[in-house]
């Protein structure tokens, strides 16, 4: 989120249209309401302000279903939420309010999901951070394990889905077949075409050419390292020799 977008959600002359939930929740930091009416005098909300501000309230909400938030996840949080130091603290607020609200996550999930209904890519990448702070003490616990799929069914991603999404992060020895979303009886051929069609789909440039957040693009690289990761280990499994540049 950049500062000057952050800066404006405080602003006495302005306000965006977000609504639900997130727009409640920006409102009580930003010290205003928001209402969501299309057509409305402020128009709709970024994208990258609904983005953001539901990474940060779904991170809060996992942190609150295993009740602990550990150095290591404040600091894979501090990764993907990245913003001047001067914001810092309007998006601890914004942590802060969200693990204390007494609604649940589906709220939040399902604003998020109906905002990039027409951009799955940008829910995983959603899932790809939550992911990534939920592992950075070492381990994705039980709780977290059961908030994490929980998000992914509102969201709209299946089994097979979860599963791709989930062995990106966690690691399952002898598996990297499933980080592409591929199986072990597909040619050496098909696999280096659903590597490139991935590296393409995923490729951090294309956040950055959509004009999204510095948080998508922290992700999509991250996601990018790991589907390059589990194509090397494809390779060197087949006696391919040395992997194929991305």
């Given at each position: 989120m950049s500062l000057g977008l952050w800066g404006k959600l405080g602003g006495?002359?302005?306000?965006?249209?977000?609504?639900?939930?997130?727009?409640?929740?920006?409102?009580a930091v930003a010290g205003?309401?928001?209402?969501?009416?299309?057509?409305?005098?402020?128009?709709?909300?970024?994208?990258?302000?609904?983005?953001?501000?539901?990474?940060?309230?779904?991170?809060?909400?996992?942190?609150k279903s295993d009740g602990v938030v550990t150095p290591a996840e404040v600091a894979a949080f501090e990764e993907i939420v990245r913003v001047?130091?001067?914001?810092?603290?309007?998006?601890?607020?914004?942590?802060d309010l969200a693990k204390r609200t007494t609604s649940g996550f589906e709220g939040y999930a399902r604003q998020v999901a109906e905002v990039f209904r027409d951009q799955p890519a940008l829910l995983e990448d959603v899932l790809d951070g939550l992911f990534h702070i939920a592992k950075a003490d070492g381990a994705v616990h039980e709780k977290e394990?059961?908030?994490?799929?929980?998000?992914?069914?509102?969201?709209?991603?299946?089994?097979?889905?979860?599963?791709?999404?989930?062995?990106?992060?966690?690691?399952?020895?002898?598996d990297p077949?499933?980080?592409?979303?591929?199986?072990?009886?597909?040619?050496?051929?098909a696999?280096?075409?659903?590597h490139r069609a991935l590296v393409a789909e995923h490729h951090p440039d294309r956040a950055l050419a959509r004009g999204l957040p510095p948080a998508a693009v922290a992700i999509a690289t991250r996601r990018l390292a790991a589907i390059n990761a589990a194509w090397d280990r494809i390779q060197a499994e087949r006696g391919a020799g040395r992997p194929d540049p991305a």
């Open positions: 006495a002359g302005l306000g965006l249209a977000a609504g639900g939930p997130l727009g409640a929740l920006i409102g205003h309401f928001l209402v969501d009416r299309e057509g409305s005098l402020f128009g709709p909300t970024p994208r990258e302000v609904v983005f953001t501000t539901g990474l940060v309230a779904l991170a809060a909400k996992m942190a001047p130091e001067e914001e810092r603290a309007g998006i601890d607020r914004l942590f394990a059961a908030y994490l799929r929980a998000v992914a069914e509102v969201f709209g991603f299946d089994d097979a889905a979860f599963g791709r999404i989930s062995a990106r992060h966690l690691r399952i020895e002898g077949y499933e980080v592409l979303g591929a199986s072990r009886d597909d040619e050496t051929a696999l280096k075409a659903r």
